[in-house]
């Protein structure tokens, strides 16, 4: 870590020292905070923490490590922590250790980051802002959020989608990411109703209705229409009440409830896009053994 000609912080990862220096060994060394749910929680989101808190339970200590998603290996990775100064505990000989909380260290400061470094030499930052002695936000963090969503990046689901609406799938969850949830939901409907008349048009023969007269359902008419070629778990568990809020429209939704939909939304559509897949393994599964079959 060095200042340029600019007097700018540069943070050079590979020279950070991951070291052991005054090691503390008790029964409560796990870090509460640090965890992989944390690095996927979204950006300028107020996290509501304990302020009695051991420091070192808080910021990282004792080399740190956690597995994560990286996106440049496309796998899970071992991160190992940098050493926090806001951590440090004295344990040096005639000295009695001591171990502040984290609402006292926080009063030192007005923003912090933690720096990790993963097994393949990749590295992890986060910076936070400090806004009281019980809440900081996420003010900036690399790789992105949406670059470590393991569901994002690493689903097979996402090829059913085709590359204009896998984008906008990556977008959504970019979006509901970074807390802009009215915007990540307008790309999940257009995903949804995409679905729906997909569906539609695989099974039109079955159905007494044309496409024009399909397009002017509201989406709750469509779904209830396509009951039958869709997946069961949509009408069970509560996803069945999201229906008539999207047909109200989007321009009519808070960004609050745009943020309770999206979860539920975002599910029903990846069961469908699960189911898809499922259907064309079992297809080809199917083929596979007629083919072996007709050589007999």
Do not use: W
Request: proline letters at 3%; hydrophobic letters at 35%; charged letters at 25%.
């Amino acid at each position: 870590m060095y200042k340029d000609d600019n007097n700018v912080e540069i943070v050079t990862i590979n020279e950070l020292n991951f070291n052991t220096r005054n090691n503390i060994t008790t029964d409560d060394m796990e870090n509460n905070f640090i965890t992989e749910a944390m690095l996927m929680l979204p950006l300028y989101k107020p996290i509501t923490i304990n302020p009695k808190e051991k420091n070192y339970k808080f910021f990282p200590y004792n080399n740190l490590k956690i597995e994560c998603y990286c996106n440049l290996c496309k796998r899970r990775r071992i991160f190992t922590f940098y050493n926090s100064r806001y951590a440090f505990i004295d344990c040096s000989p005639g000295s009695s250790s001591h171990v502040e909380t984290v609402d006292y260290v926080l009063k030192k400061c007005d923003y912090f980051k933690i720096i990790g470094n993963g097994e393949c030499d990749h590295s992890l930052i986060v910076e936070f802002k400090v806004l009281s002695s019980n809440k900081i936000i996420k003010i900036g963090q690399y790789p992105s959020i949406y670059d470590m969503n393991e569901e994002i990046n690493n689903k097979s689901f996402i090829k059913e989608l085709g590359d204009e609406f896998a984008g906008y799938y990556k977008s959504a969850c970019s979006l509901y990411s970074f807390n802009t949830c009215i915007g990540a939901l307008t790309y999940l409907r257009r995903i949804f109703e995409k679905l729906l008349l997909d569906t539609f048009c695989d099974n039109r023969e079955n159905l007494d209705i044309t496409e024009e007269d399909f397009q002017h359902l509201r989406t709750d008419e469509k779904v209830k229409l396509l009951k039958k070629y869709l997946p069961s778990l949509l009408f069970e568990n509560g996803f069945s009440q999201i229906y008539s809020e999207i047909s109200n429209g989007i321009h009519n939704l808070s960004e609050e409830k745009c943020q309770n939909i999206f979860p539920l939304l975002k599910s029903a559509l990846e069961e469908i896009l699960i189911q898809k897949v499922e259907l064309k393994e079992r297809e080809n599964r199917i083929k596979a053994i007629a083919s072996e079959l007709n050589k007999l």
